[in-house]
């Protein structure tokens, strides 16, 4: 060795060096032996009568495979590329326990070359017939183990969601195929030509409400009683002139007051419906009632033929109302048939009190006192709407008409009320 040169040490020292690493470097790359010891497991699997096409040159471009135990005894065949869904096996008790299977490619399969679809193998203990497959395993138990906790399921196989991460993060709901027939979209609603939801129909009567928020036009008729009218003389700007009982120096009077017959009451509103619960109108009418008796309280009298006292005469009459006014309607809010409602309002009321006769014992007192003015008053009412068909409805009500010291010629009357019961019709359009 010492009589080695320089450059001849430095060129062994460099050949031993580059043995060294090549030997090592065969080491690494060098495929480990299969040990001779390896397990041989026998699995039952499943085998139908069917499809035996697929041989080795498939599992050659499947690649590895990865056997799944689960908990209830499935077993599964996988290609390993599958592995990137993870899989909680909700269907068969819980996550599976996977092993590498290096065996040949089991037959028949279920799925193709081209697509990473799990191997289905039926769980052991079914009555089909079954034959055995042998694989030798590697001896190291779970070579994989744990890379099921972050992949996220095949969405080819089922069993859980899809997570939202790709690299295995969190799982959320799996979209649900459109062809699969699982969910039921519902009908969209029913829609009217203007572009508003269609009325509800009653389960019991199937008879649609129609459109609330609308024009409505209301017609009525019924019965009227007018309270009494207690009067009192005024200046007129010439006289206190008033027909019937003229004033005369031997009488004085103290009082007068006119008394009813049952009459009629027509109405006719129109209006808009802001809401189902909210509508204003104009209304109009007509109420009619007959005069009953003209009553004169006499107080004091130098006529031999009138004492002092009151009277009570027989009279032939009328007096007509004709209101028009502004009302709000409140009904009840709902998809009902039936609806109470209650309105009122207010405005100018045209009256007219036209006394023809009077009768004074035996005598016809026979005179014409007509006079008319417009006074300011006020209604109120109360009823209740009933829909026979779509924005058609009936209706009765309560009415209530009202005058604020009503003056008619040389009378000044106390405030004027008068009543009426009325069944109507209405039509919203």
């Not at 008790?93 to 299977?101: D, E, K, M, N, V």
């Not at 027909?243 to 009077?253: A, G, R």
């Not at 003015?373 to 009412?381: E, I």
Request: with cysteine; hydrophobic share 35%; aromatic share 12%.
């Amino acid at each position: 060795m010492h009589c080695l040169n320089s450059p001849l040490r430095f060129l062994l020292f460099f050949i031993l060096l580059f043995f060294s690493d090549f030997a090592r470097a065969q080491r690494i790359y060098l495929p480990p032996s299969q040990s001779p010891q390896s397990p041989s497991v026998s699995t039952a699997v499943q085998t139908p009568s069917k499809n035996q096409e697929l041989n080795s040159s498939a599992s050659e471009s499947r690649g590895t495979l990865v056997l799944k135990t689960y908990p209830d005894g499935t077993k599964k065949i996988v290609p390993l590329d599958a592995l990137n869904f993870r899989d909680d096996g909700q269907a068969f008790g819980g996550p599976p326990h996977l092993t590498l299977y290096p065996g040949p490619f089991p037959t028949p399969i279920n799925i193709s070359p081209s697509s990473p679809e799990r191997l289905s193998v039926a769980p052991i203990g079914t009555t089909a017939g079954a034959s055995s497959l042998t694989a030798n395993l590697p001896a190291s138990a779970e070579p994989l183990a744990g890379a099921a906790q972050v992949a996220a399921v095949d969405p080819m196989g089922g069993g859980g969601a899809m997570g939202g991460d790709p690299m295995g993060g969190g799982a959320s709901a799996a979209p649900v195929d459109p062809l699969a027939g699982g969910t039921q979209k519902s009908a969209p609603p029913l829609q009217t030509v203007s572009g508003k939801p269609a009325p509800i129909v009653g389960d019991t009567t199937m008879v649609q409400l129609g459109e609330w928020e609308s024009f409505f036009l209301n017609a009525g008729i019924g019965g009227s009683l007018q309270g009494q009218l207690t009067a009192r003389r005024i200046w007129n700007g010439n006289n206190r002139q008033a027909y019937p009982f003229s004033p005369n120096p031997d009488i004085e009077l103290s009082g007068e007051n006119f008394t009813f017959q049952p009459g009629f009451r027509l109405d006719v509103e129109f209006g808009y419906n802001f809401y189902e619960w909210l509508g204003v109108g104009l209304q109009t009418g007509l109420t009619y009632n007959g005069i009953s008796q003209y009553n004169p309280t006499v107080s004091e009298s130098a006529d031999p033929d009138i004492q002092p006292g009151s009277y009570h005469l027989s009279a032939d009459g009328e007096l007509v109302q004709v209101p028009v006014q502004i009302n709000g309607i409140l009904r009840w809010p709902g998809q009902v048939k039936c609806r109470p409602f209650i309105g009122g309002g207010i405005g100018a009321i045209w009256q007219q009190l036209d006394v023809n006769n009077y009768y004074f014992g035996t005598d016809d007192i026979q005179g014409n006192y007509c006079r008319s003015a417009f006074q300011f008053g006020w209604n109120a009412q109360v009823g209740l709407t009933y829909t026979v068909e779509p924005g058609l409805d009936f209706y009765g009500a309560f009415k209530m008409l009202s005058a604020f010291m009503p003056v008619i010629g040389n009378y000044q009357f106390e405030n004027s009320y008068n009543f009426a019961v009325e069944v109507g019709i209405q039509s919203r359009f």
